[in-house]
């Protein structure tokens, strides 16, 4: 392998690893607010996608950042949603928790043949949005993979000042870290929680056009990309924040190099035997093995 | 200012309080004895609103807090500090005190509060970029009275602040106490460590498996036979059990 192909595959890996970061953040946030494991959170990045490509479709020479935008807005409106109709009604008459985690496994597959019903079964290419190649001392990289990782980036870092910066940021994690002191405080909960799964569902959909960029919209694309988050954020330590923008990027590398160097026919296998091992070998991920060490 | 009557409570099918009723007035020290398992803590929690009562009523400035989440109470100035302190331990010293000013929503309402809780707690300022879960458990009780300044309390209820701390620790906690009064805050005090609480209290109610026994001046339940028998140590003679009151006013060692 020359430097060349390393350096693609890397960029590469980066690139997917943001999609699987901005997802598994999402997944994190989530189960630390509310104890919930949100499998539909796939599915909010498959709408974010679509939504971004259906705007592009209405103006086809939409700004990438704000297409990102669009899809930001529509997971943030589709996860909120589903914390203010469904998932608060269910918590308020004490359905046990692994109830409402059936609920968002629903919630996917609905969401799922919903899709199919307004934008078909066929994957869906989004144009391109970039032309040309970005060369960097004589190594050409695609500008679409340089974009995606660096949005992914910015939204990282942007998320990160709005959680310990902000009012409703601090609040929020106020209220993932002890909810009755929270309150206690003046933080209003269920307000709160809402908007966790506002922001969580934003970051899918950031990542949905993302992922939608670099390959296609379809209708089944947040199933296994969304498991995918998963692993990646167990593997950076469940409920952790910087766990999960590690965990998803080192997720995306070590799928891209297992697909370079063993199989990309594999390269699911590969990913949930990660899995297995890391719940195995390392079951509080990487924040619990940066917990012992320090 | 703060009147509980009849407050029935529970967890599912365990009733704690079996009728509470109970009368804090504007700039007194209240204080609520009692042995582990009476319902101290139970009580502070159904007038936060962290608790649903299931009957009697709580009434702050003759408005009833009936049906309130505990943000809306808190944002009445009836604020409450929980015991085992539960301060954030993820977020810094300072972020832990933003979000007890989570009321303060102008920047320089914000800055001025945490100027005066800096003031308050100097060591709290040397830690403000310190991880609050690492802080000692003195410290963490200092943060957790600095934050619930930054909610702008006019009463406090405060559970158990003492527990755990060191004899030094627990100096401070009475000091902070007094401090709280002088600026005018009005405190509902619950302590096991009733020596202490007396001391510093106007009055003080007593409860048993979660009913008022007994009620009066502090100065007279210190005084009381039976009082003294059940929470001050039978006799007070010996060192450990006079930590309280009469140490507190001499030196610290």
């Known amino acids: 392998m020359n430097m060349t192909a390393l350096l693609e595959v890397t960029v590469g890996g980066v690139a997917v690893g943001c999609v699987y970061s901005l997802l598994a953040l999402g997944y994190s946030m989530i189960i630390r607010a509310s104890g919930i494991i949100h499998f539909a959170q796939g599915e909010v990045m498959m709408l974010g996608s679509m939504c971004g490509l259906s705007a592009l479709w209405v103006a086809p020479s939409l700004h990438p950042a704000l297409v990102l935008l669009v899809g930001m807005l529509a997971g943030g409106a589709l996860a909120g949603a589903m914390e203010l109709l469904v998932y608060r009604t269910l918590r308020r008459r004490g359905v046990p928790l692994v109830s409402i985690i059936t609920a968002t496994v629903g919630f996917s597959i609905f969401l799922m043949n919903a899709a199919r019903l307004g934008w078909g079964s066929e994957p869906l290419r989004y144009p391109d949005m970039f032309r040309g190649a970005v060369e960097v001392s004589g190594i050409r990289i695609s500008p679409q993979l340089l974009w995606v990782a660096a949005s992914g980036f910015v939204i990282m870092v942007a998320l990160q000042i709005f959680l310990s ?67 990646a954020a167990t593997l950076g330590g469940l409920g952790s924040i910087g766990g999960a923008m590690l965990g998803g990027i080192l997720f995306g590398l070590i799928e891209t190099f297992g697909a370079v160097f063993i199989s990309s026919a594999y390269k699911d296998a590969i990913g949930m035997m990660l899995l297995i091992a890391i719940l195995l070998v390392l079951p509080q991920g990487l924040a619990g093995l940066w917990r012992r060490l320090r | 200012m703060l009147s509980v009557k009849g407050l029935v409570a529970g ?63 808190a944002a009445q100035g009836l604020v409450h500090v929980p015991e085992g302190r539960r301060i954030f331990p993820e977020l810094t010293v300072e972020e832990n005190l933003r979000v007890g000013g989570h009321a303060r929503r102008r920047a320089t309402e914000m800055r001025d509060g945490l100027e005066a809780a800096y003031h308050r707690f100097p060591r709290l300022k040397d830690r403000h970029r310190q991880r609050a879960g690492t802080l000692s458990g003195g410290e963490q009780q200092m943060l957790a009275f600095g934050r619930a300044m930054m909610a702008r309390p006019r009463l406090l209820m405060l559970d158990e602040p003492t527990l755990g701390l060191a004899p030094l620790m627990v100096v401070e906690v009475a000091r902070a106490v007094r401090a709280f009064r002088a600026e005018g805050i009005t405190i509902l005090l619950v302590e096991q460590n009733a020596n202490l609480a007396l001391g510093l209290a106007d009055r003080g109610y007593v409860m048993e498996t979660g009913r008022i026994v007994a009620q009066g001046a502090a100065a007279s339940l210190l005084r009381d036979p039976d009082v003294r028998a059940s929470y001050l140590g039978a006799g007070a003679r010996s060192e450990p059990q006079h930590v309280g009151a009469s140490t507190l006013e001499g030196n610290p060692p």
Not at chain 2, 59 to 66: K, M, R, T, Y
């Open chain 2, 11 to 73: 967890y599912g099918d365990v009733t704690c309080l079996r009728g509470v009723s109970l009368e804090v007035g504007a700039g007194e020290v209240v204080t609520l004895i009692g042995a582990n398992g009476a319902g101290k803590s139970t009580t502070l929690r159904a007038i936060s609103g962290l608790l649903r009562a299931r009957e009697g009523g709580i009434w702050f400035d003759g408005q009833s807090l009936a049906g309130m989440t505990p943000d809306r109470i």
């Open chain 1, 165 to 231: 910066k902000t009012r409703p940021g601090l609040a929020m994690q106020a209220v993932a870290q002890d909810p009755d002191a929270a309150q206690l405080m003046g933080v209003n909960l269920s307000r709160s929680m809402a908007a966790t799964f506002a922001v969580a569902g934003a970051m899918a959909g950031a990542a949905g056009v993302m992922l939608g960029s670099l390959f296609f919209s379809f209708f089944e694309m947040g199933f296994i990309t969304g498991l995918k988050a998963f692993v």
